[in-house]
């Protein structure tokens, strides 16, 4: 099973701030890396896939950047609405994994 | 627009079944693969079960031999039968459409339906 590892656990920002999210995988997974943004009470929403690519309709203080097994999601400027838990996503092979979470906090 | 609506949840006893269904609209669910993935009370998500465009399913070792993906493509739903069921399917499983007809990230979820499993 490919373990993906998130980190930090906890990540508390001002507004406006930059954050960074690691994603590391035990093994290489190429690009075929998705990052997913669930807000407290809501249903996960996907940002990015292909390591890179923002989906539809996802802000473009949003991007994705690696490949292999480190991965890095970045929020250009921290808002209020960012507010959620950010997972990492493998699908390069199965079982399909999913990192623990970083949880995102405004200060 | 893609919409996803599950049902079958419920409070089931240890060792009990239950039926998930997964009602999509704005798309055509054997053109694309499609997925369950579940949320533990205050923990992270994990992916259960996939079934691809052509078919093959695919299942998580943690429910391989218990549960069991399958679609209707004439009714357009998709199932996943919940078979001797323990403590720790306790869960919110969500359905989810993934991006290609043969596989991709999921890039629609629905809301969840919740499976309670106690005695």
């Known amino acids: 099973e490919t373990v993906m590892t998130q980190s930090p656990v906890t990540l508390s920002l001002s507004p406006g701030e930059r954050a960074t999210l690691s994603c590391r995988a035990s093994?290489?997974?190429?690009?075929?890396l998705a990052w997913y943004r669930q807000r407290p009470g809501q249903t996960p929403r996907l940002l990015i896939y292909g390591a890179s690519t923002r989906a539809t309709g996802v802000p473009a203080r949003f991007s994705g950047s690696g490949s292999g097994t480190e991965f890095t999601l970045t929020i250009s400027s921290l808002q209020s609405e960012d507010v959620a838990t950010y997972y990492c996503q493998q699908y390069y092979v199965w079982p399909l994994t999913f990192g623990g979470g970083t949880k995102v906090e405004i200060k | 627009e893609v919409q996803l609506v599950e049902s079958g949840g419920g409070l089931v006893q240890p060792g009990g079944s239950l039926r998930l269904s997964c009602a999509p609209s704005g798309f055509i669910l054997g053109n694309y693969a499609m997925g369950w993935v579940r949320q533990a009370p205050g923990k992270g998500l994990e992916w259960v079960s996939a079934i691809g465009g052509g078919g093959t399913t695919y299942y998580a070792d943690s429910v391989r031999g218990r549960f069991t993906i399958s679609r209707d493509t004439f009714k357009n739903m998709l199932y996943l039968k919940l078979n001797s069921l323990r403590a720790e399917d306790t869960a919110l499983y969500f359905c989810?459409?993934?991006?290609?007809?043969?596989?991709?990230?999921?890039?629609?979820w629905g809301q969840g339906t919740q499976v309670t499993v106690s005695s």
């Open positions: 093994q290489s997974v190429t690009d075929f």
């Open positions: 989810a459409k993934r991006l290609y007809d043969y596989g991709g990230p999921f890039d629609h």
